[in-house]
């Protein structure tokens, strides 16, 4: 063999092993790549957003959207300055329709733990990890207290789908669907029933 194919031979091998690269972060060359075409530019959930308005990535459901299988919700949380607060309203006019038997109550278990127990603990005393790991500033409210179980079921809806009044806690309502929002209220009511 002439030396001149021997290293076209080797050169080939050597392309060959070079061409991978095991580091994910960097893709190596890519045909376009520089120009966006390949390699998409994109901003995590939860991260700042510089070209939207409000600044964030995640944006909130179109107003008015309602879930599916959902209906309107009347209810808002900024009528402070009311006599009535919209969560005082919720509780006289809003009736459970999700009944408290073990399957709904253990569901209702589940969904706590997903969207509540971070911040409100696994005992519902108000000692979840993100307020005792200082990652949340504001104190979360014990729900087995009378302050929280002498409200009216359709007032702890309205708190899990507006939010508190105060605001430091959240609005759940596009996270959690309607139903399960309810067995949520019925778990949280056997945590203190004898
Ligand atoms: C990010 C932390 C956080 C999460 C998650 C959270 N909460 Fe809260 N919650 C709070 C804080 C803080 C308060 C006290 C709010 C206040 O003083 O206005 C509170 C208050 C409440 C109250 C009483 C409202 C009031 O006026 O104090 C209820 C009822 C409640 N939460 C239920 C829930 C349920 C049910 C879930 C899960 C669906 C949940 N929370 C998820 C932080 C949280």
């Not at 108000?126 to 079921?153: E, I």
Request: charged residues 20%; contains cysteine.
């Amino acid at each position: 063999m002439k030396n001149s194919s021997l290293l076209f031979i080797l050169l080939l091998f050597l392309m060959a092993f070079t061409a991978c690269i095991r580091d994910k972060n960097n893709p190596g060359y890519a045909y376009m790549g520089e120009h966006d075409m390949y390699y998409t530019k994109f901003d995590k959930a939860y991260s700042p957003n510089k070209i939207l308005p409000n600044g964030q990535t995640n944006q909130p459901p179109a107003e008015g959207s309602i879930d599916r299988g959902s209906s309107f919700f009347p209810y808002h949380p900024k009528n402070i300055g009311e006599k009535v607060t919209d969560q005082a309203k919720a509780g006289t006019e809003l009736q459970n329709p999700v009944q408290d038997n073990a399957a709904n109550l253990a569901e209702g278990k589940r969904q706590y733990e997903i969207f509540c127990l971070d911040c409100h603990g696994a005992d519902a005393k108000g000692d979840g990890h993100l307020y005792t790991a200082k990652l949340f500033p504001a104190k979360p409210r014990d729900l087995t207290s009378s302050y929280v179980q002498n409200m009216p079921d359709g007032s702890i809806f309205f708190i899990i789908t507006e939010g508190s009044i105060s605001g430091l806690m959240g609005p759940h309502g596009t996270q959690i669907p309607t139903k399960n929002r309810w067995k949520i209220v019925n778990y949280l009511r056997s945590l203190v029933k004898k």
